[in-house]
Structures are given as structure tokens and as C-alpha cells.
């Protein structure tokens, strides 16, 4: 069992920048791919970023390359989600997740939801125009 807590979500400006934490207990992180998903109001939940378990191969979505940076720290079970130049149409519940591929160096299917298999309750970012 893996618990995943978010936190560093808030209000900002366009143009601003956060930083969001994903803490994780119970199972060791070190082996998982993690993956940042965000979801809008009335729309689906979309993958925003992904990293494998060394932190040696990222991928991002098309909206936010060159604007966000993912990284992790295995020693302290942290991810984190650098956004900088922050939209309006960044504005979500933004939340980490586990994937159960293991020590690979490419993630599979990053993109999808079903293949990340524990989740955190999510953090609020909220840009303002």
C-alpha cells in the first residue's frame, strides 16, 4: 500500500510560478515510475508529466514542456512539479500517482490513467489572468 499526499497548490498570477509536492509512505517509491495528472472542472483527468523510477527519462504533455520540469527524490519519497509561466488554463486539481512499472527506463503508456494504480486526493492550482 502506497499513500501519496500533494501539497503546494495555491493562487497565482499568470505568469507565476509553484511548486508542488507529492509525498509518499508505506511501500518504498523508489522502484516506481510517478506520474502528475491534472483535471479541470468538467473535463477528464490529463496527464501532465511522468518520470521513471531514477529519474533518467521524463516525458510531458505538448501544453506544458519548456514551462514545467518534473523531478524526484528517492531518498526522501518526494516527486515534485515545477511550473513556471503559469496560464489560466492550467488551472486544476493537479495529482500524483504511482505506476507499477518498475526499473525500467522508458514508461509504457504514461499517459493513461489506468496504468497508475495509487493516487493522492490532489492539490488546487488556480492561475489568474
Known amino acids: 500500500q502506497v499513500q501519496l499526499v500533494e501539497s503546494g497548490g495555491g493562487l497565482v498570477q499568470a505568469g507565476g510560478s509553484l511548486r508542488l509536492s507529492c509525498a509518499a509512505s508505506?511501500?518504498?517509491?523508489?522502484?516506481?515510475?510517478m506520474g502528475w495528472f491534472r483535471q479541470a472542472p468538467g473535463k477528464e483527468r490529463e496527464f501532465v508529466a511522468a518520470?521513471?523510477?531514477?529519474?533518467?527519462?521524463?516525458y510531458y504533455a505538448d501544453s506544458v514542456k519548456g514551462r514545467f520540469t518534473i523531478s524526484r527524490d528517492n531518498g526522501k519519497k518526494m516527486v515534485y512539479l515545477q511550473m513556471n509561466s503559469l496560464k489560466p488554463e492550467d488551472t486544476a486539481v493537479y495529482y500524483c500517482?504511482?505506476?507499477?512499472?518498475?526499473?525500467?527506463?522508458?514508461?509504457?503508456?504514461?499517459?493513461?490513467?489506468?496504468?497508475?494504480?495509487?493516487w493522492g486526493q490532489g492539490t488546487q492550482v488556480t492561475v489568474s489572468s
Open positions: 500517482a504511482t505506476n507499477p512499472q518498475t526499473y525500467t527506463d522508458r514508461i509504457y503508456g504514461y499517459r493513461e490513467t489506468a496504468r497508475y494504480n495509487y
Open positions: 508505506g511501500r518504498p517509491l523508489s522502484s516506481y515510475a
Open positions: 518520470i521513471n523510477w531514477s529519474g533518467s527519462s521524463t
